[in-house]
């Protein structure tokens, strides 16, 4: 059983990431767990203690649980094992973070804006809940048919931590999986030959070990948006990260750049 988080709110972000969690629960047995935080108003934080904030606390709570109530019942009509959201007050990446690291989550999904600016990527990347996050993280973009995963693989990837993560999470289903190691258009990155089918070799076998048999696996070489819009059509991206790779490092443009889901671990 797979453990997933799901933040919601009342956008369309939420509902994506909830339809794709539920896409997920299709395919391997998952519990989805949704929580909302509400942040406080400028208004609550000059009540002090007392019942005067206790009631303004508890009106706060009241108004959330009726908004989100609303989504949830929404959404069960394609997922009718949602369950009831935890409401919360406070900040919300710091309550997240805590639900996460006491509820033994294996996975958290989040919806995120299909913007293809490298600000707001890395704004969420070197967030506190992100950078502290103690489980693997979805970031879902787009609502996309969750056929076929393609892991990620170039030189600054931990092959092992990134089969590890998939085969944990997806050991279940009858996924199509393919692997690429990308590769940049840069002359100066064609020192490597060799390696990457080196890499790939060893992934295939990594797989095998495991019961899995890729459909295809090869080599990609161009620009970072070229290639992301080369696999485009698949439902679900999955690589693993330095936590100090460079915004201009050639994968980290290609993850900004492409429009699927993406699934990311620190290695």
């Keep these: 059983m797979i453990k997933i988080l799901v933040p919601v709110a009342v956008d369309l972000a939420s509902s994506i990431a909830l339809r794709y969690a539920c896409q997920m629960a299709a395919l391997i047995q998952v519990e989805i767990r949704t929580i909302h935080v509400k942040a406080p108003s400028s208004e609550g934080s000059q009540l002090g203690t007392g019942w005067v904030r206790h009631t303004w606390e508890k009106t ?18 394609h997922c009718p094992s ?4 935890l409401i919360m007050i406070g900040d919300r990446d710091e309550k997240i973070l805590r639900e996460l690291q006491s509820g033994s989550y294996d996975l958290f999904v989040e919806g995120t804006i299909p913007t293809f600016s490298s600000s707001y990527f890395s704004k969420r990347l070197e967030s506190h809940l992100y950078q502290d996050m103690p489980c693997p993280f979805l970031m879902v973009k787009n609502l996309m048919p969750l056929h076929k995963v393609v892991l990620i693989l170039s030189e600054n990837v931990d092959l092992q931590k990134l089969i590890q993560i998939f085969t944990n999470i997806f050991r279940e289903s009858n996924l199509k999986v393919e692997l690429f190691y990308l590769k940049s258009a840069d002359p100066a990155g064609q020192e490597s030959e060799g390696l990457e089918e080196m890499t790939l070799q060893a992934a295939m076998k990594a ?8 459909e295809k696996s090869k080599v990609i070489s161009g620009q970072a948006r070229e290639l992301a819009a080369e696999i485009d059509n698949h439902g679900l991206l999955l690589t693993v990260l330095d936590r100090h790779l460079k915004k201009k490092a050639f994968l980290y443009e290609f993850l900004v750049a492409t429009p699927a ?7």
Excluded at 60 to 77: C, H, N, P
Excluded at 82 to 85: N, Q, R, V
Excluded at 261 to 267: D, M, N, R, T
Aim: proline residues 8%; negative net charge.
């Design 60 to 77: 706060m709570l009241t108004e959330a649980e009726d908004e989100i109530a609303q989504l949830i019942r929404a959404e069960r009509t």
């Design 82 to 85: 949602l369950g009831e959201p």
């Design 207 to 214: 797989l095998g070990e495991r019961g899995w048999v890729p």
């Design 261 to 267: 889901p993406i699934l990311l671990f620190w290695q």
